[in-house]
């Protein structure tokens, strides 16, 4: 692992399946390779489904984006953090690999199989959001991409296009690897039936107030083969177990769960430990922001130079691959003979 690039989108809140399934993976992986650890905010994929969003808040939401990501543990004094439309060789990259990318590849793609059925009009831009993706990876000549396993399909998508670009014009991107959190690589929502989203309204926001967080957790749904307190209840069936396992120390998860299977301890107990070992984790990330919310020229300024660095790798790959397409580039004159 040489050079990691991953991002998200800023289509809502921050939630805590963003934080255990990506941005804490990030912030060690940000500790290890420092900047070539590239992080971006990806709003221009945010654009993929125009009835989805709202144009007057986007550019907030993006900023807020980098803002939560900040406060979560990303120092962008040693990693590069970035907007995705800073750098707009991330789109003509797109396009180079959208004229030897195969319509049968992307129709194949689950997520856009599964996000089209439920759309009335399908458009293109959603076809189209793994090419995206592929180019803000190899833009960069990532050689490792964290991501959920929701993505790796895309993930292969990006080592074809790679292997086919290399084919047709020579040895120029890696294949990359994707790299899935072995802790928690799908974070359940708080309804218990599906992956935390915020489409789907299911989750818990990482500035969220306090208040309503417990009122979130108490009412997780509990082990529905357990009906009175004196009933012996399984870990297993009740998601308020997956989640402690993800903020308590395994010692208290293990005996927590021990006096559950003999009614050694309610539901609702068990709920309350759960809200104070989330906490231990999400106040001091509330504290930083708070603290950058009173700074954003700090954090403008860190996107920028973010930006700044990003393009001149940008800038260095797309002046490689004009060349080996065939583009004509300004520098270069023809020569007749």
């Known amino acids: 692992m040489t050079r990691v690039l991953s991002g998200i989108q800023p289509s809502g809140e921050i939630h805590i399946g963003n934080y255990l399934g990506a941005i804490k993976q990030w912030v060690e992986l940000g500790e290890r390779l420092g900047r070539e650890a590239f992080f971006c905010i990806v709003d221009y994929h945010a654009l993929t ?10 550019a907030q939401r993006t900023f807020e984006a980098a803002l939560v990501n900040m406060a979560a543990g990303l120092n962008p004094e040693k990693v590069t953090l970035f907007v995705q439309s800073h750098v707009p060789e991330h789109t003509e ?7 030897i990318t195969p319509l049968g590849d992307l129709t194949r793609m689950t997520q856009f199989k599964d996000k089209a059925a439920k759309q009335e009009a399908v458009w293109s831009g959603l076809l189209m959001y793994p090419v995206l993706q592929a180019a803000d990876i190899l833009i960069y000549k990532a050689d490792t991409v964290p991501v959920g396993e929701d993505q790796v399909q895309h993930i292969e998508l990006t080592r074809e296009i790679a292997r086919r670009f290399n084919a047709l014009f020579g040895e120029t991107f890696p294949e990359p690897e994707a790299l899935l959190n072995p802790e928690a690589p799908r974070v359940p929502g708080i309804d218990g039936k599906a992956k935390m989203s915020k489409s789907l309204g299911n989750t818990i926001g990482l500035l969220e107030d306090e208040g309503s967080i417990w009122e979130k957790i108490r009412h997780l749904p509990d082990d529905p083969q357990r009906i009175r307190l004196s009933d012996p209840g399984e870990p297993g069936r009740t998601i308020v177990f997956t989640y402690l396992s993800y903020f308590a120390p395994k010692e208290l998860v293990e005996a927590l769960k021990e006096e559950y299977r003999k009614a050694g301890v309610g539901t609702l107990v068990v709920k309350r430990v759960l809200f104070e070992e989330m906490m231990k984790v999400l106040r001091p990330i509330r504290e930083r922001a708070e603290k950058l919310k009173r700074d954003p020229d700090y954090v403008m300024d860190a996107l920028l130079e ?3 660095r990003a393009r001149a790798v940008a800038q260095a790959t797309m002046e490689e691959v004009r060349e080996k397409v065939g583009l004509l580039l300004p520098s270069k004159r023809p020569v007749y003979r």
């Open 49 to 58: 489904n125009p009835l989805a969003y709202d144009p007057s808040t986007l």
């Open 93 to 99: 990259l797109s396009w180079v690999f959208t004229t």
């Open 306 to 308: 973010g930006a700044k």
